[in-house]
Each structure stands twice: as C-alpha cells, then as structure tokens.
C-alpha cells in the first residue's frame, strides 16, 4: 500500500476508507446476524468540476504541462491521442497527491477505450484510491460507484484478481449494505487464506466495530505472513492496546520502532506507550 495511505494520529487512529465514517457492523463472529448502525454523513451539495478545483495546486511547470495536455485530451482527432493524454495527465494528478482529478482521467481514458482492460483496471484503481481518502459522503458514493463500474469490468474476465475483489469488498462497506463487502473479504480469504489486502481490511473493520480480540487475530495471521505490512503491524499493536493486553501491546509497538523512521508513526506509538 502507499506511504500517504498510512494515517495515524497520537490520539487513536483513522483507518483506510474514513474508517471512523464507516457503518459500525460485527464483521467477525460466529452468527449468522449482523448488527448495524448507520451513521450519517454530510452530504454536499455542489460539484465542482474536479480538474477545476486542482487547477491552482499544481506548480506553474506542471500546470504548463497540464494545459498542454488537457488541450490534446479535449481535441485530438484519434482516440488514442486523447488516452495517451489523459495518462500522462492522471500520472501528474497522481504526483501530486490529487487522486479525484487523476481518477477522473483515468475514467475519461478508460471510457474511450471500453474494452481495453488495462484502462479499466487503472481506473477502478485510481478510483478507488480517490475513494479512500474522500470524505464528502456523495463524493465517496460516487467514487465507489466508479471504482465497482471498472473493475467488475476486470473481473468478469478473471475472477482469480482477489486485489481488485477486496477494493471492490470496501466500497460496499461504506455504503448502505456494508455486509455485502464483508461477505465479499470473507469469501477472499475462503480463497486464499494469506491474502494480505483481505486480513488487514478485516483486521480493520474489526477494529472499527469495536471487536479487538478478533482484530488481534487478524492482524496476527497477517503479520504472520507479511511480516513488512508495517501499517498492519501497528494496527497489532493498537488492537492488543484495545483489548488490554499490555504486555503485547507493548512488545509490538517497541518492534514497530524498529520498522520505521517516520516521525508521525513515532509519535503515535509514543502516545500509546505513555499510557501502558
């Protein structure tokens, strides 16, 4: 996963996909029920154009470049010119840390080219990744649309891609039936019981839901078998503190320590270990 995906705070922790927005649901037990609480979200009710709200923060080179760009996107005579475009464009965006306007090239580029499945999978991925850090309810519904338009598209050809079923798995999530997703992640780990995206968006969701023993169990078996999944080292580390095993929590957050220089995470770490 990428470095800016990881968000942590020395009071507690915001997880993937606005984890504190998402529908409190028991992900992990032995019942066939699932408890839900919906949670409200603001909605807004303008829509701004994308490219138009990131026009300003680009640097004045990369703002060259992106006019440029935009104009060969907006007027060349042969599709491929406008995808090539829109690539090169989205991969600015993506640089620069504005995932919605990189996603919506990607969408333009994909949207030329249906049944090219490298563009819809870059752009259900790009999607996707706009949807992780959105916070806007009506942006995060339609960026989790986008992403499931794109990479079913993916899918339907090769059921076997369980990266792309768990980014599909957690924008359902957040939506108004989060057990669809859960049942998705279940039935990735019924297929490959090490996936990596699969254990830590449980382990996640777990956490979440209040559920840290079963959080604990999680990120276990997932640093078990990805022992680098720094950020699902350190979300250990929190669920032990959760479920007051302190010893553990403290053991495993000394060895995240290890793991990293990031000040941020350092911090956070410190947080806890002041308090046990």
């Given amino acids: 996963m990428k470095k800016s995906q990881l968000i942590l705070v020395a009071v507690g922790i915001l997880a993937v996909v606005g984890l504190y927005a998402l529908p409190k649901v028991v992900v992990d037990n032995d019942s066939t029920g699932a408890k839900m609480e919906e949670s409200e979200g603001q909605t807004s009710t303008e829509t701004p154009s994308v490219t138009e709200?990131?026009?300003?923060?680009?640097?004045?080179?990369?703002?060259?470049?992106?006019?440029?760009?935009?104009?060969?996107?907006?007027?060349a005579p042969e599709k491929e010119e406008k995808v090539a475009a829109a690539q090169v464009l989205a991969g600015i965006y993506?640089?620069?840390?504005?995932?919605?306007?990189?996603?919506?090239?990607?969408?333009?580029?994909?949207?030329l080219l249906p049944e090219n499945m490298f563009l819809a999978e870059e752009a259900g991925k790009a999607n996707?990744?706009?949807?992780?850090?959105?916070?806007?309810?009506s942006k995060v519904?339609?960026?989790?649309?986008?992403?499931?338009?794109?990479?079913?598209?993916?899918l339907d050809k090769d059921q076997s891609r369980l990266d792309l079923k768990t980014k599909v798995a957690m924008t359902y999530v957040s939506s108004s039936n989060p057990m669809q997703g859960i049942t998705m992640l279940r039935e990735v780990l019924e297929q490959d019981p090490q996936n990596e995206d699969g254990l830590f968006n449980m382990g996640v969701l777990s956490m979440q839901s209040g559920q840290y023993k079963r959080a604990v169990e999680r990120f276990e078996e997932l640093v078990k078998y990805h022992?680098?999944?720094?950020?699902g080292q350190f979300y250990?580390?929190?669920?032990?503190?959760?479920?007051?095993?302190?010893?553990?929590?403290?053991?495993?957050?000394?060895?995240?320590?290890?793991?990293?220089e990031d000040p941020m995470i350092l911090g956070s770490i410190q947080g806890y270990l002041d308090q046990l």
């Fill in 236 to 260: 250990l580390g929190v669920s032990y503190f959760e479920a007051k095993e302190k010893n553990k929590a403290k053991a495993q957050f000394e060895l995240v320590k290890k793991m990293t």
């Fill in 53 to 75: 709200m990131h026009e300003n923060e680009l640097s004045s080179e990369k703002r060259t470049q992106a006019d440029q760009l935009k104009y060969n996107y907006l007027n």
């Fill in 128 to 137: 996707y990744e706009a949807f992780s850090f959105a916070l806007d309810k």
């Fill in 94 to 111: 993506q640089e620069e840390g504005l995932f919605d306007s990189a996603a919506y090239y990607w969408s333009g580029a994909a949207d």
């Fill in 227 to 231: 022992p680098d999944n720094l950020q």
């Fill in 141 to 154: 519904e339609l960026l989790a649309e986008k992403t499931r338009l794109y990479l079913n598209k993916v």
